[in-house]
């Protein structure tokens, strides 16, 4: 059974930074792609970015310029670098995972959400 775990959320103050990680498990491939979403009370859950295989990276608007998402495919883990954040930036950030093979999927998968919450 596949598994992403994400870590590193928290508390911060405005200005501050963290570092999110994501591992995934229970699978022998890699995934095709891994991306960052967050949600916040009352919001729709929104990428902020993400990343292929291949190491090509996208970023939303809220996240370029302050967020820098990096990877490992062998290792099926993704980072999540956020800088100068700010207090809308207060949300659960999940992970996200999506893997095929074999001409099957594409598969996807989610962690369970590490809580950023940003002080003013």
């Known amino acids: 059974q596949v598994q992403l775990v994400e870590s590193g959320g928290g508390l911060v103050q405005a200005g501050g930074s963290l570092r999110l990680s994501c591992v995934g498990s229970?699978?022998?491939?890699?995934?095709?792609?891994m991306d960052w979403y967050r949600q916040a009370p009352g919001k729709e859950r929104e990428l902020v970015a993400g990343?292929?295989?291949?190491?090509?990276?996208n970023y939303t608007d809220a996240a370029k310029g302050r967020f820098i998402i990096s990877g490992d495919s062998a290792k099926n883990t993704v980072y999540l670098q956020m800088n100068s954040l700010k207090t809308e930036d207060t949300a659960v950030y999940y992970c996200?995972?999506?893997?095929?093979?074999w001409g099957r999927g594409p598969y996807d998968y989610w962690g369970q959400g590490t809580q950023v919450t940003v002080s003013s």
């Open positions: 990343i292929t295989r291949g190491g090509s990276t």
């Open positions: 996200h995972a999506r893997e095929s093979h």
């Open positions: 229970g699978t022998i491939f890699r995934f095709n792609s």
